[in-house]
């Protein structure tokens, strides 16, 4: 597939780093597969993270439609504002968000993690609006209000998920092919967050383009197999339709798993608090409590339910989060009691 015909802005120097974990897979048994990782947490932009894939794709369209703000959405620790923010000061842009508190009594002013960042980067305003609401219509309502001062907003969808924004991670599913060409290796399973959906389906996307027979296993971070692959389905078929492929994602390629993000998005477990603190200890790579520690819990309880067996390669692609560990260390450290 040619994404050339995309405009693109380019926030990283060369692919993200694909090695293996010995160390987690011998902490996993005897018997576990071998994992390995595609650190997508050091994508470019502060701190990286795998919304800079997106981002490439959408802020070209925003300076190309002579956008002078961004205008986007999350939680009140959003990985994705704080990457659009790093995007916006860039590029010389300004940026506002709109935040959902999903968890009444969430949203702080003195938080730490991405809230800081949030400040310290030069977010020009943001609005905090409770959970369920509309949050297009509350996007398109700053940017009208911008419009009526002779500005002009380009309004991003939480997460970056759309069809465009996808072609980021199809951008991936290619340079993932290239890797595993020059390492000569190759895996059985790839395991990625699926939340709102922009990740899970630009890559299958990618895959079914590039014709990569490889399975991708989500792990569900907000929702269980119901609600979310209908979602990744529709994403993965936007970006395939964007791209002009002329084919039907077939429904069996959209798998999810679900149970690992109780009792709540973005609330911590036990099982969370066990792997970002296996992954910590055996190999020195940080993994965050809302997105990637729930992603690797997922990894960790499907090995010790036998999904994988010895012989086997799995790759786990880490799309990032670091600022949200700070503020969670009472939670992380075992000075506070999480559900199990």
């Known amino acids: 597939m040619d994404l050339s015909r995309f405009a693109r802005r380019r926030y990283t120097e060369g692919a993200t780093p694909l090695h293996p974990l010995p160390r987690l897979s011998a902490a996993l048994g005897p018997e576990a597969p071998e994992i390995w990782i595609k650190r997508d947490d050091l994508l470019g ?39 659009t923010l790093a995007a916006a000061v860039r590029e010389g842009l300004r940026c506002r968000f709109v935040i959902e508190e999903r968890v009444p009594g969430s949203f702080r002013e003195d938080a730490s993690g991405n809230h800081f960042l949030f400040r310290l980067m030069g977010v020009e305003d943001l609005v905090v609006v409770p959970a369920g ?45 290239q890797q595993c060409f020059e390492l000569g290796v190759q895996f059985d399973d790839v395991v990625v967050g699926s939340g709102s959906s922009g990740t899970h389906g630009g890559l299958l996307a990618g895959f079914l383009g590039n014709r990569i027979a490889l399975p991708i296993t989500g792990i569900g971070v907000s929702r269980d197999p119901a609600e979310q692959e209908p979602l990744v389905w529709h994403e993965a078929q936007a970006v395939c339709d964007l791209l002009g492929l002329g084919l039907t994602v077939p429904r069996e390629a959209v798998v999810s798993v679900g149970g690992y993000w109780q009792p709540k998005y973005s609330l911590p477990n036990a099982r969370m608090v ?7 200890r055996t190999e020195a790579i940080l993994l965050d409590p809302v997105y990637t520690g729930k992603v690797m819990a997922g990894l960790v309880g499907l ?38």
């Open 274 to 280: 066990e792997a970002v603190q296996l992954l910590a």
């Open 303 to 340: 090995v010790r339910e036998g999904r994988w067996r010895r012989g086997q390669r799995v790759l786990f692609l880490h799309t990032g989060g670091l600022p949200s560990l700070f503020g969670s260390e009472a939670v992380l450290l075992g000075r506070a009691g999480v559900p199990r």
């Open 45 to 83: 932009l502060a701190p990286g993270g795998n919304k800079t894939r997106k981002l490439e794709f959408l802020v070209a369209d925003a300076l190309a439609q002579g956008a002078d703000t961004l205008v986007t959405c999350g939680a009140p620790q959003s990985n994705h504002c704080r990457i």
């Open 133 to 177: 609401s509309d949050m297009a219509a509350a996007m398109q309502r700053v940017a009208d209000e911008l419009a009526a001062t002779g500005r002009r907003a380009y309004v991003i969808p939480g997460g970056g998920s759309n069809a465009l924004g996808g072609l980021g991670y199809v951008a991936c599913a290619q340079e993932l092919q």
